[in-house]
């Protein structure tokens, strides 16, 4: 013991003291995964929410497609709509993967895989451009690269010996 004034740690025993510390941090580690799981799942309504919105113009814009020629405005706005939402989503994604702990909010729509659970060998996520490059909508969600691969080989096997002499 030391000469100090006494503080209210000195009426403890190590072990109260020592617990007391640990159940703080303790409470500190509960406080913090609670604020994240909060946080996620705002996240995730946010981004739900979002979707939904996309889709339903999505499929507004696929009627309204069918009558294009009547409905020549509609169609104008749900496209500047539906690139607008498109954009907003993507902030919403970016969000959700630059902060915090690792978010899983896109997965691979052929493949399933994710940020933390790439495929084998590694992939990353196509881009709108590649995607449409190899007749796919990118609407339809995130493709990975290695699915992208996976398209161009069976575009490939699909065409006539011929033609793949011909390729590059
Ligand atoms: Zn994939
Ligand atoms: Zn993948």
């Not at 941090?25 to 996620?40: F, K, S, Y």
């Not at 590694?122 to 449409?132: P, S, V």
């Amino acid at each position: 013991m030391t000469d100090t004034a006494p503080t209210a740690f000195d009426k403890l025993d190590d072990a109260t003291a020592e617990a007391i510390l640990y159940g703080e941090a303790l409470d500190a580690v509960t406080a913090d995964r609670e604020r994240e799981t909060r946080r996620r799942a705002e996240l995730e309504a946010r981004l739900g929410w979002a979707w939904g919105r996309v889709e339903q113009l999505h499929r507004l814009l696929t009627v309204a497609e069918a009558a294009r020629d009547r409905y020549r405005h509609q169609v104008d706005l749900a496209d500047a709509e539906r690139a607008r939402l498109a954009e907003e989503l993507a902030a919403v994604r970016a969000a959700a993967n630059g902060a915090g702990p690792v978010i899983d909010l896109a997965a691979c729509r052929r493949c399933g895989c994710t940020e933390a659970r790439a495929c084998l060998g590694g992939c990353g996520w196509a881009t709108g451009a590649e995607q449409l490059a190899v007749g796919l909508d990118p609407m339809e969600g995130d493709l990975c690269t290695a699915c992208l691969q996976d398209r161009i080989r069976e575009r490939d096997r699909a065409r006539p010996w011929w033609q793949r002499m011909f390729r590059r």
